[in-house]
């Protein structure tokens, strides 16, 4: 059975940075594509970054530049670094690939 588990949220004031990480297994699965999206309270889920398995990356607008994503494939370890966070980042995070999703990580962003 596939598992996607997410670790590292928390709750961070407004410009400092959290680590997200995002551990896969199980049979089967291949560590390709990988992506984080988000969550936040009253949103849709949106789409927030994405690395393919050759390392290229791609981010949404409003996080290039503060976020990176990146990927141990070693570990089957997908990471988000966040940082300058804003209040509006605020949201649950979760990790996806193929037809799978984590469980999600809460993110707060507040002083």
């Known amino acids: 059975q596939v598992q996607l588990v997410e670790s590292g949220g928390g709750l961070v004031q407004p410009g400092g940075s959290l680590r997200l990480s995002c551990a896969a297994s199980?049979?089967?699965?291949?560590?390709?594509?990988m992506a984080w999206y988000r969550r936040g309270p009253d949103k849709e889920r949106e789409w927030v970054a994405t690395?393919?398995?050759?390392?290229?990356?791609y981010y949404e607008s409003s996080v290039r530049g503060r976020f990176a994503i990146s990927r141990d494939n070693a570990k089957n370890t997908v990471y988000l670094q966040m940082n300058s966070l804003k209040p509006e980042d605020t949201a649950v995070y979760y990790c996806?690939?193929?037809?799978?999703w984590g469980q999600g990580t809460q993110v707060i962003v507040s002083s």
């Open positions: 996806h690939s193929d037809k799978y």
């Open positions: 199980g049979s089967g699965f291949s560590f390709n594509t």
């Open positions: 690395i393919a398995s050759a390392g290229t990356t």
